[in-house]
């Protein structure tokens, strides 16, 4: 079993930047693929970026690219997403999640198997 729990969430004004957390505890070997998804109200899950806790590999979707960034610190057991120049169309409720195959294509909610709380994203005047 793998527990997630995000945090750095809040509210930013457009061409800010927040950074978000994900603390993984539990089997390390379950957490494979680890990703960040964003939902907002109305609308499905959308995939942002997703990294290979092993070998630190990562793939993002194509439009965040060159303004979001997914690290982690693998002692701390942590995730990371960078967020920059960041639009109203950023609002919503991100996720992350663990326990997916590797591959470089976007990746679909049903891959993974662990998800965390979420953390509220708000990107407003």
């Known amino acids: 079993q793998v527990q997630l729990a995000e945090s750095g969430g809040g509210l930013v004004q457009p061409g800010g930047s927040l950074r978000l957390s994900c603390a993984a505890s539990?089997?390390?070997?379950?957490?494979?693929?680890m990703g960040w998804f964003r939902q907002a109200p109305g609308k499905e899950r959308e995939f942002i970026a997703a990294?290979?806790?092993?070998?630190?590999?990562?793939y993002y979707q194509n439009s965040v690219k060159g303004r979001f960034t997914i690290s982690s610190d693998n002692p701390k057991n942590t995730m990371y997403l960078q967020m920059n120049t960041l639009k109203p169309g950023d609002t919503a409720v991100y996720y992350c999640?663990?326990?997916?195959?590797?591959?470089?294509?976007?990746?679909?909610?049903?891959?993974?198997?662990?998800w965390g709380q979420g953390t509220q994203v708000t990107v407003s005047p």
């Open positions: 539990g089997r390390a070997f379950s957490r494979k693929t």
């Open positions: 990294i290979d806790w092993s070998g630190g590999l990562t």
């Open positions: 999640a663990a326990g997916a195959p590797w591959h470089y294509s976007d990746y679909g909610a049903n891959e993974y198997a662990y």
